[in-house]
């Protein structure tokens, strides 16, 4: 079968760094992605990765590794704001996203 | 604001209810989707459209019904519903299937609550 597996729920401190892990087992892939959700909002797109190694946008990261079956997403300078649930997705060999239950960040001042 | 609405934001309703929920996009995407989230749990994929063609199904009961009558619009019918179909259902578009970097867009979704 398929499976994502993320942490259920982290806690970080404001201006830290965190990073949250996803492993998964497809069928085929064709490409990983991030996925931001604020309480009682639509998720919202950080990244997309497809090749081997680091993707950076601003102060989010998000890194593959295909043959491992293994992606993080590292959030730095940790602001209140980025306090939310971050989905980690993946496309299959039929182009459907498969997903994770998310991993549910709680900042703290 | 992601350019894709979905109406009502909350509703209620019993189990021999009939409903709809309406998604609209203003991206000039091609591919739309409904999905399911329940607390705790992964997105649950119901429905995609294409081109206003439907392209999967994924084994979702028949008391839910999609519609799409354009590419901009998008509906899920529901009728005699289940207390454990209450959950927050969103749409979400995208330029087109297939090729990956094709990110989808979401609504702020319906949350369903059936009595």
């Known amino acids: 079968g398929q499976n994502i597996d993320q942490p259920t729920e982290m806690t970080a401190t404001e201006g830290a760094i965190v990073q949250i892990n996803c492993t998964y087992q497809?069928?085929?892939?064709?490409?990983l992605f991030w996925y931001q959700q604020h309480a009682g909002e639509a998720p919202t797109f950080l990244s997309y990765?497809?090749l081997d190694g680091l993707e950076e946008k601003g102060r989010f990261s998000s890194f593959l590794s295909r043959s491992k079956g293994y992606s993080y997403l590292l959030l730095k300078e940790l602001q209140m704001k980025d306090s939310a649930s971050y989905l980690c997705?993946?496309?299959?060999?039929?182009?459907?996203?498969?997903w994770g239950a998310g991993t549910k960040l709680i900042i703290k001042p | 604001e992601t350019g894709v609405t979905q109406t009502p934001r909350h509703l209620v309703m019993g189990m021999t209810n009939k409903k709809s929920l309406k998604c609209e996009q203003h991206l000039g995407h091609n591919a739309m989707y409904w999905y399911k989230q329940s607390a705790k749990k992964p997105l649950e994929l119901m429905f995609v459209y294409n081109f206003k063609e439907q392209t999967e199904n994924n084994s979702v009961p028949s008391r839910f019904s999609p519609e799409c009558p354009n590419s901009s619009h998008l509906f899920l019918h529901l009728h005699t519903l289940q207390p454990e179909d209450s959950a927050l259902y969103l749409c979400?578009?995208?330029?087109?299937?297939?090729?990956?970097?094709?990110?989808?867009?979401f609504g702020p979704g319906t949350r369903l609550t059936v009595t």
């Open positions: 997705a993946v496309m299959d060999s039929n182009y459907q996203l498969i």
């Open positions: 979400a578009s995208s330029q087109d299937l297939g090729g990956g970097s094709y990110e989808q867009y």
């Open positions: 497809t069928s085929g892939f064709n490409g």
């Open positions: 990765n497809v």
